[in-house]
């Protein structure tokens, strides 16, 4: 067996992020919501009437949706962006796209809550904005 000092060399190959899962109080509407906005497809679907999952995505990106009957908000519903960063977790989904500004007026032409608006040449080196899914889920859109 290896020791402590040695770990750091073990690193197994990673080969892409397979999905991101994310917990919604409507199955249904979750879905349909990333359908419309975001053209995913419900993939697969399993589980029961007190859990119901399921794998949506497109072009190789994935989203598992979990919706159980009667589960409490998350912690960052109705927190900004900036605010969330005080308790430790998955923060946000963040998606690639063409056209940053093309892609947040499409989607507030539509009704959907903009939290960020697109800001260029950020630290990272790319450009980013925000927004809400219907659960309060906050979304990144990024422009490489």
């Keep these: 067996m290896l020791g402590p000092e040695k770990r750091e ?5 990673i080969e892409g992020i397979h999905h991101a899962g994310l917990s919604v109080a409507d199955f249904d509407a979750s879905v349909a919501w990333y359908r419309r ?5 419900l993939l697969k679907e399993w589980g029961d009437a007190n859990l119901r999952m399921g794998l949506i995505g497109k072009d190789g ?3 598992e949706i979990f919706a159980e009957p009667g589960a409490a908000p998350g912690p960052d519903e109705g927190r900004g962006v900036g605010e969330s960063m005080s308790q430790r977790g998955w923060k946000h989904l963040a998606f690639t796209v063409p056209d940053i500004v093309a892609a947040i007026e499409t989607l507030r032409a ?3 809550t903009i939290m ?3 800001v260029h040449d950020a630290p990272p080196g790319y450009a980013y904005a925000f927004l809400r899914d219907p659960d309060g889920n906050h979304v990144e859109l990024v422009q490489v």
């Design 9 to 13: 060399d073990i690193a197994m190959r």
């Design 37 to 41: 906005h975001f053209g995913f497809e």
């Design 61 to 63: 990106v994935h989203v």
């Design 110 to 112: 539509d009704g959907v």
């Design 116 to 118: 960020v608006e697109p």
